[in-house]
């Protein structure tokens, strides 16, 4: 079960958002959204230095999961410091790579 999503920053071409994923056992698993609406270059670079800021005020660990999962995703997120977790089954019944983000 997913909690509802809080707003981290809304702007014109991008949503990001975090959440927190109840576990089987009760443990919550803290999940970052990014919803992007029209992808550019200069779309980039303000994710990269909006990320800057966040990551610093975001848990220890946190984990993110594209919708379509394909080699542009696993790019994406490795410009974030995200690396790949394991292969996740998903309610849709499509299994995804799951990445993970440690803090430094």
Known sequence: MMSERIILDERRDF???LSWFALDDGALVP???LQVTNWSARVLRDLISLWGRLRPTLPEIIFAQGTIDDNKLAKL???FGF???ADCPCDDGISRR???NYKD
Do not use: D
Request: aromatic residues 20%; glycine residues 0%; charged residues 15%.
């Open 15 to 17: 949503l990001v958002e």
């Open 31 to 33: 999940f970052i959204h």
């Open 77 to 79: 997120v490795s410009k």
């Open 83 to 85: 690396q790949y977790h």
């Open 98 to 100: 799951l990445f993970v």
